[in-house]
């Protein structure tokens, strides 16, 4: 099977360089997945994926606080359901091949992150700005 790209863009600039480059490295783990790989890199890639997706969203959602943001809780709830997903992915990844970890990487993050930033995530970029 021949993997798709995992790659950020500059369409997803929110234009905070602090939380792009969060965005962009997120990316780049993922990207991991794509091309060469084996079951042990896999699971460390789902393990460097998973705990940076905690960092960032921590980050984001201070950040967010710190400015007030008025739909916080419904961003947080977003945020669960990520986290949620990858958490459960890394838990049933032992039995799962490694192109059905790729997809679902890949629909974790090209798909889900690469939506919540273009959406959720742009509506506190307008937020920010004011
Ligand atoms: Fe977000």
């Known amino acids: 099977m021949t993997s798709p790209t995992i790659e950020w863009s500059p369409a997803l600039a929110l234009g905070h360089a602090a939380i792009d480059r969060q965005h962009q490295k997120l990316f780049d783990l993922a990207a991991d997945m794509v091309g060469d790989r084996d079951q042990v890199r896999a699971m460390r890639t789902l393990a460097a994926l998973s705990e940076y997706v905690i960092v960032h969203f921590r980050d984001e959602e201070k950040l967010l606080a710190g400015i007030g943001y008025p739909n916080l809780a419904a961003h947080k709830r977003l945020h669960d359901t990520f986290r949620t997903r ?30 919540h930033i273009m959406v959720s995530d742009r509506e506190y970029a307008k937020y920010l700005q004011k």
Do not use: P
Request: net charge negative.
């Open 86 to 115: 990858l958490a459960k992915l890394y838990g049933n990844a032992g039995g799962m091949t490694l192109d059905q970890i790729a997809e679902e990487v890949r629909l974790l993050i090209n798909e889900w992150l690469t939506q």
